[in-house]
Nanobody, 123 residues
Framework: VQLVESGGGLVQPGGSLRLSCVAS????????IGWFRQAPGKQREGVSC????????YYADSVKGRVTVSRDNDKNKVYLQMTNLKPEDTAVYFC?????????????????WGQGTQVTVAS
């Protein structure tokens, strides 16, 4: 199983980015996907998740209203559309596969992690 994130970069405050996570070697459609981030010197934070069949989503309070998670099962991809980015959004963003997503949180399992993509919000 391999997860690969992409789409990170340097963006000014107020800007937007769309992160992608593509999976291979896995039964994609039943899988729940979580997005996490980790800033230097800080603990990993759960940002968002999306379930499999019913499309349940979760957003952390820190990103609610600015982030949208979606998935394309034909492409084995999940997206994290981020708008109105703030300097405090600066972190490495990771996707995780095979946990459990409900509307309150994403429950981690051993599952699989991607390598991460850096998001830097600065002027």
């Amino acid at each position: 199983v391999q997860l690969v994130e992409s789409g990170g970069g340097l963006v000014q405050p107020g800007g937007s980015l769309r992160l992608s996570c593509v999976a291979s070697g896995v039964d994609w459609e039943p899988s729940h996907i979580g997005w996490f981030r980790q800033a230097p010197g800080k603990q990993r934070e759960g940002v968002s998740c999306i379930s499999s069949s019913d499309g349940t989503t979760y957003y952390a309070d820190s990103v609610k209203g600015r982030v949208t998670v979606s998935r394309d099962n034909d492409k084995n991809k999940v997206y994290l559309q981020m708008t109105n980015l703030k300097p405090e959004d600066t972190a490495v963003y990771f996707c995780h596969l095979d946990g459990y997503c409900n509307n309150r949180q994403y429950l981690l399992s051993r599952g699989y992690w991607g390598q991460g993509t850096q998001v830097t919000v600065a002027s």
